[in-house]
């Protein structure tokens, strides 16, 4: 057998065949705008597996609403003194499944031969001024511009940034009987006992007889591999009164939830996905801040030629509210079920998923502050704007 050539210069290279590397593979594709250009995807795995789920809400249809699995235009909110049905309007909250959004992308990119993919294992990037190269187990490759999925080493030293994981493990149910409603999700259920952290349940069913379940908490450290599935076997047993079901898939991860500063531009690297900040410190939720940072690069690069310009953001006021919720959290101003129990019973669910979406308006974003217990924000907003304020100099 003839051993495969690889080429070792690109024009653009993707470490990363994520989430992140592949929207961005997808829109460079979708574009039409670089036929005339080489394009390299690198990533350890063949991405075959059905590893994740990602859930975000949306108005109308958006790119990947071909393989959107489920999704649902109502959920329910519960805690132990409190449950409502949520009428999402006009967004309707969607589920993607791993496995469909690789082999969706693949299939796209397979009708563009100027993106390559290759499995590769990557060692390291090298970071130069007029290219990067990526060091691989067969080799380095070049490029003008290397986008990166890949976490980089935390650099950022000082103290009094917040730090907490969002980790859940999820298992897809079946069961005999017509146990679920299919156009009813669960978003948030924190009737679970809190003594590990935040922790709560969301519930998406894909019929009446399937749905998958999944444990999720904010705290900063992970739990005991069989506390996710006593906490799994309770909630289905005890909440949810299954008594008999099959385990058809699982899945577990690990979201970083923070506010230090991730790198964004370095020369020639440009991060991407949570590796370059797309993860909202105070929900976890990536998917559709994905979505936009990976279109405005390539929006970058059509206007100017320089995708770095599509990375470049400062502080918003968006970032000091999610200082201030991790700040509330991690000091244990208030329980986390107690914040988004008064979120939900107080707000419009559509006024807070716009705000989760860094899409609020200052007057509403007013209203939602308004809806909350006032000393314990202000006093976690004033330490806040002191922190900045201090970093800055």
């Known amino acids: 057998m003839i051993p495969k050539i690889l080429e070792r210069s690109y024009d653009h290279i993707i470490a990363g065949a994520g989430c992140a590397g592949l929207s961005l593979a997808l829109r460079m594709a979708l574009s039409g705008q670089f036929r005339d250009q080489r394009i390299l995807l690198l990533d350890r795995s063949g991405k075959s597996s059905n590893d994740r789920t990602w859930c975000f ?11 959107v699995h489920r999704s649902w235009s109502s959920a329910w909110f519960h805690d132990h003194d409190f449950s409502q049905r949520l009428d999402l309007s006009p967004f309707r909250y969607k589920m993607i499944r791993g496995i469909d959004f690789y082999q969706h992308a693949f299939s796209i990119l397979k009708e563009h031969p100027y993106i390559r993919f290759e499995r590769q294992d990557i060692r390291s990037i090298e970071r130069g001024p007029m290219k990067a190269t990526v060091h691989t187990d067969n080799g380095s490759f070049t490029a003008p511009w290397v986008y990166s999925s890949l976490m980089p080493e935390t650099k950022t030293s000082k103290k009094g ?14 069961t005999q009987e017509a146990r679920f409603r299919p156009d009813e999700a669960t978003l948030m259920d924190f009737r679970p006992s809190q003594a590990h952290g935040t922790t709560f349940v969301y519930v998406m069913p894909f019929s009446e007889k399937e749905a998958l379940v999944e444990y999720t908490l904010f705290s900063p450290s992970l739990l005991e591999r069989s506390d996710y599935d006593e906490g799994l076997k309770h909630y289905i047993g005890n909440v949810l009164g299954i008594g008999s079901y099959e385990i058809v898939e699982e899945e577990f991860g690990v979201i970083p939830m923070s506010d230090r500063p991730f790198p964004t531009a370095e020369g020639r690297l440009l991060h991407i996905g949570t590796a370059g900040g797309q993860t909202k410190a105070s929900t976890g939720y990536t998917f559709q801040f994905i979505q936009k940072q990976t279109a405005a690069i390539v929006e ?5 030629g320089d995708p770095s310009k599509g990375l470049l953001q400062g502080l918003s006021r968006f970032n000091w509210y999610d200082s201030v919720l991790l700040n509330v959290l991690v000091n244990g ?6 914040v988004f129990r008064m979120l939900f019973q107080r707000n419009k669910p559509a006024t807070i998923l ?9 007057t509403q974003e007013l209203g939602l502050l308004n809806s909350l217990p006032m000393w314990p924000f202000m006093k976690a907003g004033v330490a806040e704007i002191r922190k900045y304020m201090k970093f800055a100099n």
């Open 161 to 174: 940034y917040h730090d907490l994981l969002q980790h859940f493990k999820g298992w897809v149910i079946r």
């Open 57 to 67: 809400w949306e108005q109308g249809q958006g790119l990947f609403e071909p393989i």
């Open 300 to 304: 970058a690069i059509h206007a100017s």
């Open 354 to 362: 716009r705000f989760l979406d860094n899409d609020s308006s200052f």
């Open 333 to 338: 101003r208030l329980e986390g079920h107690d």
